[in-house]
């Protein structure tokens, strides 16, 4: 299909049945299929990369074939599509789909699948355009693996590489909640490779005969090969060890009537192949490493009247998800034989009951179950577009809804939401002014609400006369104006609240001295260990600062992580949440968080359906905030919740920045009667 014409023929044929071709010059499928194949196919499998591992013109190659597919994507692409990728030959494709798709404002989702493992961070990193490939990757609202395993590695190579925060089963990257899912299937014939364990079979099979010498003429091992394309050194040796220890083994047990192993290359119909297994007493998978394949499934499959016996790999994906394999370690030659004996002689209602087990599962779990909790997941997923499509908090809007309350309750996050993180003396006295002129205008209530100690936060705010909420939300105080009206202790019901000094209630009881102590023991020992590391106690929460910059990041980081295995470990079943932030870990109690004090606040105040309440805040703390400004019991209420800087977030609005929210402040501050 070089020739115009042609091309316009087939694309015309191709569309009947709602194909889209992607016309690619020979050279280019050349180079891309190098870089796919010979660089990151081998790197995926834990192979040992070669001289030529990496070539910048068949880097060069990829990025312009899956530019290709990405203005193919992108001229039939519509408001509200899904766009579902498939592996890594099309690992840029995301972010490019991303800059076309972003110029013209459509609500795209767009999901990415990769059919094989993913490697360690350890070996990852060799790459020489990791950064790009993940930053790629990371464009995706989903991104799916075959296993655990697989995702785990990548998202300790997201952390490891990039410095991101990560969850179980999502990363936190530009803003915004990249989804991390499982999702297993099968691919791909065994193919003739050396990750696919063939000499540790062999191995396995002439120490097998050699202990057990009565098994010899009864039992025959027909490996069945697919031999690749890609020639490489390494899969030419393969070759000619395989053969070496097939004759070798052929030669110690068998004679001229009997060869104990058959080698059969893949050129058979698939109805031969499903023949064979049918009439197979085991099957045998032992990749060294592996995304998954359908190998397995093909032989359950076949094997409803013979209840066939499985050895499986540990290091298969299969292995993670099929119940009833005999699992092995194929380096473990001992295990191996001892396998092969133990599926021969299995007793009949074991091997029933342990191919049932295999049976159930692999015909409830099809190849369409599998596309279909894909998509099904993606579709649920807020998508990329959806999470920066709030509106811009409008200044004026805000003014109007204030002047007409009977009770304006105004709630402010401080460190990047007043003021920014490199804040000035003057900025800081504006804000301070500022802060003191609207909480004097009548029936008007501003909150801080805080991580910080409450001693700094009275030192700080103290002559504004606010209220405040410190250590996110275990302490809180009034303004100065209410505190001779309301009494917190009456609207407690039942819940922890203790009245204090100076005006503040506490929310928690005290921290367990125990507890205490196990949690500054393990932060002293990292300390010892991290250079800048320092330690932050307050009266509930404790902290874990490293210091910031390249030569310290990486290290603090990874010192981090691994104080948080540590705290989980131990303290786990405690009520204790655990939070990464910037440069630092925070232990706090799970009993309360922002969202609790401002229920007691709004509580305390005794709103009603004429009431105001303005939330701006920036940091994830504030999130529980903005959720329960959206529950029923306060749609009645005129609310406005606002970000800084466009994110995912709970907020109805956004503002730009802090001059953006000063210029708010401001304006209430001329704009309401005192």
């Not at 920066?388 to 304006?408: D, G, S």
């Not at 006369?465 to 209410?482: D, I, M, Q, T």
Request: glycine share 6%; with cysteine; hydrophobic share 35%.
């Amino acid at each position: 299909g070089s020739v115009p014409e042609e091309r316009d023929k087939i694309a015309a044929q191709l569309k009947e049945f709602s194909y889209n071709p992607v016309f690619i010059e020979n050279s280019l499928i050349e180079r891309h299929d190098n870089f796919s194949n010979l660089t990151l196919w081998p790197l995926f499998h834990y192979c040992n990369p070669s001289n030529k591992f990496f070539r910048q013109e068949d880097w060069e190659s990829y990025k312009i074939v899956n530019g290709l597919f990405a203005d193919a994507i992108d001229e039939i692409v519509q408001d509200d599509d899904l766009i579902w990728i498939h592996g890594h030959h099309l690992m840029l494709l995301p972010e490019m789909l991303r800059k076309r798709i972003g110029n013209r404002n459509l609500n795209v989702k767009i999901g990415y699948f990769l059919h094989t493992p993913f490697p360690s961070s350890e070996i990852y990193r060799i790459l020489p355009v990791r950064e790009e490939i993940l930053t790629s990757i990371l464009k995706s609202d989903l991104v799916g693996f075959q296993t655990f395993d697989n995702a785990r590695h990548f998202l300790s190579s997201c952390t490891s590489i990039l410095g991101l925060l990560t969850k179980p089963n999502r990363v936190y990257y530009e803003d915004r909640h990249v989804h991390v899912g499982i999702f297993p299937i099968g691919i791909d014939p065994e193919r003739f490779n050396g990750k696919y364990g063939v000499p540790q079979k062999l191995h396995a099979l002439d120490l097998f005969f050699t202990k057990h010498p009565e098994w010899i003429g009864k039992v025959v091992f027909i490996h069945v090969v697919k031999s690749s394309r890609w020639y490489t050194e390494e899969r030419d040796n393969l070759y000619r060890v395989v053969n070496e220890l097939a004759g070798k083994i052929n030669g110690k047990f068998g004679n001229f009537n009997l060869s104990p192993i058959h080698f059969m290359h893949y050129k058979h119909s698939f109805e031969e192949l499903l023949a064979l297994y049918t009439v197979s007493d085991v099957f045998m998978v032992t990749s060294l490493r592996d995304g998954m394949n359908i190998l397995p499934h093909q032989y359950i499959s076949c094997q409803q009247k013979n209840n066939g016996v499985l050895i499986l790999s540990e290091f298969t994906g299969a292995a993670q998800c099929l119940d009833g394999p005999i699992l092995v370690n194929p380096w473990n030659t001992y295990e191996f034989s001892d396998a092969i004996y133990e599926a021969l002689t299995m007793d009949e209602n074991l091997r029933k009951s342990n191919y049932q087990k295999l049976h159930h599962y692999v015909m409830n779990h099809t190849i369409s179950f599998w596309g279909k909790s894909f998509i099904d997941e993606l579709k649920c997923i807020k998508g990329y577009s959806s999470q920066i499509a709030i509106p811009h908090l409008e200044i004026n809007q805000v003014v109007k809804a204030a002047n007409t309350a009977n009770k304006r309750i105004i709630l402010l996050d401080y460190d990047r939401t007043l003021i920014t993180i490199r804040k000035s003396a003057e900025s800081s006295n504006n804000i301070i002014s500022t802060l003191k002129a609207l909480q004097k205008k009548s029936n008007t209530y501003v909150y801080i609400l805080s991580g910080n100690r409450r001693v700094n936060l009275d030192e700080q705010f103290e002559s504004t006369g606010v209220g405040l909420s410190a250590e996110h939300g275990c302490f809180y105080k009034h303004p100065k104006c209410l505190q001779e009206e309301v009494n917190p202790i009456l609207n407690h019901e039942g819940k922890t609240i203790i009245e204090e000094y100076n005006g503040w209630y506490r929310l928690v009881k005290q921290v367990d001295p125990a507890l205490k102590e196990i949690v500054l023991h393990l932060f002293n020992y990292y300390v010892e260990r991290t250079p800048g590391a320092s330690i932050e106690e307050k009266e509930i929460g404790i902290i874990w600062h490293y210091r910031s910059g390249p030569e310290f990041d990486k290290f603090g980081l990874w010192q981090t992580l691994d104080l948080q295995d540590n705290l989980i470990s131990k303290l786990g079943h405690m009520p204790l949440k655990i939070i990464l932030g910037d440069n630092k870990l925070e232990i706090r109690s799970s009993l309360v968080d922002q969202s609790t004090v401002v229920r007691a606040i709004l509580k305390d105040l005794n709103i009603t359906q004429d009431s105001f309440v303005l939330c701006i805040g920036d940091e994830s703390p504030d999130e529980p905030v903005f959720s329960l400004l959206k529950n029923d019991e306060f749609k009645s209420l005129n609310c406005f919740t606002s970000t800084v800087g466009k994110k995912q977030t709970n907020a109805t609005f956004f503002l730009e920045d802090t001059h953006d929210v000063q210029n708010l402040l401001e304006k209430l501050v001329s704009g309401l009667s005192d």
